[in-house]
């Protein structure tokens, strides 16, 4: 019983967090989405049904599980804000360390996320007809 709330209360936070992205330029959506989705899992299974069928939330979610793809367009805007962010972090005021490793990390993720591979066109459209 004790697992199955954390389970949930993990999950409530990860969503959470994917609605501030929602709305916030620069915080990942499809990152806690997937994590809620996760966590949902384990310990909620009708939150983890209602994200992979909602019809704005669920695409991105089914694409990550059945294809470990990150459409073109999410690749940008992580690069953009990944470079902005690298951009605050050397105007700010922490130690020249956690600098260097913050921007290493950053780095790091960016080429992994590049070189995830991107849907073909007809991919996309099998997908698109499924939500709509």
Known sequence: MLS???????????VVLAIIGIALPGMPTTVFLLLATWAAGHGWPALKQWLLTHPRLGPPIHTWQRHRAVPRRAKYLAGASMAVSILLISFSTFPLWAKCVLVFLIVAVLIWLLSRPELSQEQLLEIRSKWN
């Not at 709330?5 to 990860?14: D, M, N, Q, T, V």
């Open 4 to 14: 199955q709330l954390i389970w949930r209360c993990l999950a409530l936070c990860f």
